[in-house]
């Protein structure tokens, strides 16, 4: 039985209204729309089963979820917060493209305190490259508009950015872009492959290169700026990079339903999201049972679960044994591991070369030369100096794939 869950990905529909050239999603021309029974089927088990008492983060992701309406998540949040005990605190958050967001929109993000992120991929012709519409024009025009009645509406938001192979070489030109729309919560997606689409970026073999001379700049430069709150890829792994020595590493990814996964006819799955979708006959397509029809104890001994926690726990156990990451990563991406090396059991992908060590190496880079600066004080010292230098919040949403 799982410790914890402290993250529900429930997916509303897998129907999206534009056609990015990097999604992996393989079901987004479909129109089904998630019963309201099967939310309170979902939400009724995962309240009884008790394991929820770290809090609970419930992601509407997957497909667009705008494209449902706001009368749908108004009844959803009424339901769910009628269901929810009084002692458990619980955020929604929603990961959009941004088009059809209104001030409707935005008013349902206020009263219920919805996490919100949006999908932008930096200047126009960087965006515009590959999110586009199931005609081809370019989505930018719509996403900025959504993104400039948020910030009219004062609602809070964070971004998310692909990044493909032109934007890895414009750090710059991608800052002074956030900067003029008052973007100060930012996350960088790098370009991966899952499903079928295959990134071009690790043809070369100079991607982790690049990257790491992206996030360098970006970095430094976003912190010049004064400007830039929150930038995940480093923000977000201090916390783990540092943290005190008998604190355990938790990857919710390698546990099973450390996160669940919902689709749209209350299958579910584990894991990492991406897996929900995707096929593979060696584990059931990856679906543990039905939330409408088996209960999670079910779910959580069914062969498929089994089989992904046996693989993955192999593949845990040999990055324990063979990276000098593994204290910071915990283990991994499955979907990374499954899709680049063919096997749950693997470890280092190029993936995880990019999301887990670029960054670290920056960290630690950086907080060896603080050390040298403060030469004589306290080691704490640099390290408070580190902390105090980038403060920030994690936003409330997960990244997911080329999302």
């Not at 394991?51 to 983060?57: E, P, S, V």
């Not at 008052?182 to 990134?199: K, L, M, Q, R, T």
Request: glycine share 8%.
């Amino acid at each position: 039985m799982p410790t914890h869950l402290d993250t529900v990905v429930v997916q509303p529909t897998p129907f999206c209204n534009i056609n990015c050239s990097y999604c992996y999603l393989p079901d987004r021309n479909v129109k089904t729309v998630i019963r309201q029974g099967t939310l309170e089927a979902l939400f009724s088990k995962i309240f009884a089963s008790g394991w929820t008492r770290g809090g609970l983060t419930v992601i509407w992701h997957a497909g667009e979820p705008l494209v449902v309406p706001v009368s749908f998540y108004e009844s959803a949040f009424q339901l769910i917060e009628a269901l929810r005990p009084a002692s458990l605190q619980l955020r929604h958050s929603i990961q959009t493209n941004g088009m059809l967001i209104t001030r409707e929109w935005c008013d349902l993000f206020k009263k219920w305190d919805v996490g919100v992120g949006v999908s932008i991929d930096g200047p126009k012709t960087l965006h515009d490259a590959h999110r586009v519409t199931r005609s081809g024009n370019g989505t930018f025009d719509k996403t900025i508009a959504g993104i400039r009645l948020l910030r009219r509406e004062n609602v809070p938001f964070h971004v998310i950015s692909v990044l493909s192979n032109a934007g890895m070489r414009v750090p710059q030109e991608i800052l002074d872009f956030y900067l003029s729309e008052g973007i100060e919560d930012v996350c960088f997606n790098v370009e991966e492959s899952e499903g079928a689409h295959v990134s071009e970026l690790f043809a070369n073999g100079g991607a982790q290169g690049a990257f790491r001379h992206f996030l360098s700049e970006f970095w430094q430069q976003s912190r010049r700026s004064g400007q830039i709150r929150f930038v995940r890829e480093v923000d977000g792994m201090l916390p783990r990079v540092f943290r005190p020595e008998d604190s355990v590493m938790m990857n919710s990814q390698v546990e099973p339903f450390g996160m669940m996964n919902v689709d749209c006819h209350g299958n579910v799955s584990s894991f990492s999201p991406e897996l929900l979708g995707l096929k593979n006959a060696a584990y059931d397509d990856f679906i543990v049972g039905n939330i409408n029809s088996n209960s999670l104890e079910e779910m959580l001994e069914s062969p498929p679960m089994q089989a992904m926690s046996r693989d993955i726990a192999a593949g845990v156990d040999a990055c324990r044994a063979s990276c000098e990451y593994f204290s910071v990563c915990g283990g991994g991406a499955p979907v990374n591991k499954l899709a680049e090396n063919g096997s749950f059991r693997s470890t280092r992908t190029s993936f995880c070369g990019l999301t887990q060590m670029v960054p670290i190496d920056l960290i630690l880079d950086a907080f060896d030369r603080l050390k040298v600066t403060m030469e004589g004080r306290d080691p704490s010292d640099a390290l408070s100096a580190m902390r105090d230098g980038f403060a920030g919040s994690m936003p409330n949403s997960c990244s997911m794939g080329n999302g």
